[in-house]
């Protein structure tokens, strides 16, 4: 379905591990990620998400259906990080946004701690990163519904990090891996910047006070 709403360009796909343990890692500026890191990476992938969409009968069913690990925000969650260690251990791949939350500017924000240390704990298991451009642009985070638009994924090696890696250069590496360089925002009609509002004083296209 993916594919047939957005022209979704995938490379480097022959550089990932078809099977033992993974972790997936890319940055996070569109509901829509997980869908396209699915494009990118063929294989079963369960994905570290907010709780909130497990608030409802529906919602919980469906994504515990698709594999998706519940987080609580702003908390230490055990039940998550044994969901993990669970997925690893069972030779599955596991997708971790280590921003945490989805970027309101398309820049991307602060790598979590608590995300780098858990990778830091697993020094054997691949880090898969993942540079997915065009996603800001089709479903930014203020705004209500998604538009159409093109989306790359690159796949790029995956390596395994030193026993002795510290937090700080382990985040560093990771960042200029998945940072995406596309221009970000780029769309020049006020429809499609309907809702930036919650950011910005004023349209970019029209350049009229909201």
Same mark, same amino acid.
């Given at each position: ?10 490379? !480097? ?18 509901? %829509? $990620?997980? *869908? ?7 294989? &079963? *992938? ?21 594999? =998706? ?10 039940? /998550? ?9 069972? /030779? ?7 921003? !945490? ?17 858990? %990778? ?28 159409? !638009? ?5 796949? *790029?090696?995956?390596?395994?990090? $030193? ?6 250069? *382990? ?18 009609? =006020? ?9 910005? &004083?004023? /349209?970019?296209? =029209?350049?009229?006070?909201?």
């Amino acid at each position: 379905i993916v594919r047939l709403v957005f022209r979704v360009k995938v490379t !480097g796909r022959e550089s990932i591990p078809l099977k033992g343990p993974l972790f997936v890692v890319a940055s996070h500026r569109s509901f %829509l $990620d997980p *869908l396209f890191a699915a494009c990118g990476v063929k294989r &079963y *992938l369960n994905y570290v998400t907010t709780h909130q969409m497990f608030r409802g009968r529906l919602s919980s069913f469906l994504f515990s259906r698709i594999g =998706c690990i519940p987080r609580k925000r702003y908390a230490r969650d055990a039940a /998550c990080v044994r969901s993990i260690y669970q997925v690893i251990r069972e /030779c599955g791949a596991v997708v971790m946004f280590p921003e !945490g939350e989805r970027s309101w500017t398309g820049a991307m924000g602060p790598l979590k701690e608590e995300v780098i240390r858990l %990778l830091l704990r697993f020094p054997d298991v691949p880090i898969l990163p993942l540079r997915i451009q065009g996603n800001y642009n089709v479903w930014p985070r203020w705004r209500s519904r998604p538009a159409a !638009g093109r989306i790359k994924v690159e796949v *790029l090696p995956a390596f395994t990090h $030193d026993r002795n890696e510290t937090a700080a250069s *382990l985040s560093e590496k990771l960042r200029l891996l998945i940072e995406p360089n596309d221009p970000g925002f780029f769309k020049t009609n =006020c429809v499609s910047t309907r809702g930036i509002e919650k950011i910005l &004083y004023r /349209c970019p296209a =029209c350049m009229e006070f909201v």
